[in-house]
């Protein structure tokens, strides 16, 4: 009787390890998230039960995972696209752009803005310490409505991930708050793969 119910119970135990196999996400195999946001499994999952859905960093994972997806198959495509490294660099929460370093521009430049629309001196601050550039690096000098270099007119399509990015999200929920920034973190090449 004991060996049936020894062969019982290492039948359920295979079964129960062919079927945590079968849930474990390929993520976990590859480490790619874990890497990329700088976190253990259990940030968005429940011990190692891959199943269980009710941790809310699991949803805004899943839905984020969605958002880069279809920013690589949409606007982004001729780009290269992007990684969940490219804003997060290892951690959990991507990188903000200082205060400061927008500031001391906008501060630098308020009377090249003084005339200009609201907000548009802040705009061309923000983007100036985004990617580490000059006015010069999208802009012609001295005919400031010329978009005829590709900077500018990669800046155009840039923007219109402003308006997609929050298709992918419930705001009652979460909504996340993108920056230039994020991606770009002072530089005009964004990363897709920790260096």
């Excluded at 891959?50 to 690589?72: C, E, H, I, T």
Aim: glycine share 8%.
């Amino acid at each position: 009787m004991r060996g049936v119910l020894a062969a019982v119970a290492l039948a359920c135990c295979s079964l129960t390890a062919g079927l945590r196999a079968q849930a474990l996400p390929e993520h976990a195999t590859s480490r790619v998230l874990n890497t990329s946001l700088g976190v253990e499994c259990t940030h968005c999952h429940v011990g190692t039960n891959y199943a269980d859905r009710s941790k809310p960093a699991l949803d805004f994972a899943r839905r984020m995972q969605r958002m880069v997806q279809g920013l690589n198959d949409g606007p982004l495509r001729p780009l290269g696209g992007v990684t969940c490294w490219s804003c997060h660099r290892g951690h959990a929460i991507p990188a903000r752009l200082p205060r400061a370093d927008w500031e001391s521009i906008a501060t630098t430049h308020s009377v090249d803005f003084a005339n200009a629309r609201d907000g548009l001196g802040l705009t061309m601050s923000v983007y100036t310490a985004s990617l580490g550039v000059n006015c010069g690096h999208c802009h012609v000098e001295g005919d400031w409505t010329n978009a005829s270099r590709p900077a500018h007119r990669t800046v155009t399509l840039m923007s219109t991930l402003f308006d997609l990015i929050p298709t992918y999200f419930d705001e009652a929920v979460r909504m996340p708050r993108t920056q230039c920034y994020m991606c770009h973190q002072g530089r005009t090449r964004i990363e897709r793969a920790p260096a």
